[in-house]
């Protein structure tokens, strides 16, 4: 599975970001899905994940209320919709692919990864 994300940019707090994933090279209906982001000097930090079969959703403490994890098999994409940005969200935004069924918060259970995309959140 190759993932592509996109969506990353500027923009100033408080405003609003929607990260895509597309994959390709397989379908994605198998897979659960997270996001992940990574701002420099710290460790990857788990943002968001949806199951494969029922969607079921969760979320990091830090984003939770504001981000939105959504998945369309049909369009091999899933998507975070970002709200409320805040300028500590400033990071390398990363999707992962999971064979696993269940909701995925860890970073090793994922098998595939996309290149990330960057979001800067200005103040």
């Known amino acids: 599975v190759q993932l592509q994300a996109s969506g990353g940019g500027l923009v100033q707090a408080g405003g609003s970001l929607r990260l895509s994933c597309a994959a390709s090279?397989?379908?994605?209906?198998?897979?659960?899905m997270g996001w992940f982001r990574q701002a420099p000097g710290k460790e990857r930090e788990f943002v968001a994940t949806?199951?494969?079969?029922?969607?079921?959703?969760s979320y990091g403490n830090s984003v939770k209320g504001r981000f939105t994890i959504s998945r369309d098999n049909a369009k091999n994409t899933v998507y975070l919709l970002m709200n409320s940005l805040k300028p500590e969200d400033t990071a390398r935004y990363y999707c992962?692919?999971?064979?696993?069924?269940?909701?995925?918060?860890?970073?090793?259970?994922?098998?595939?990864w996309g290149q990330g995309t960057q979001v800067t959140v200005s103040s």
């Open positions: 090279g397989r379908t994605l209906s198998s897979y659960s």
């Open positions: 992962a692919a999971s064979g696993m069924y269940s909701l995925v918060v860890m970073s090793s259970d994922y098998d595939y």
């Open positions: 949806i199951s494969s079969s029922t969607y079921r959703t």
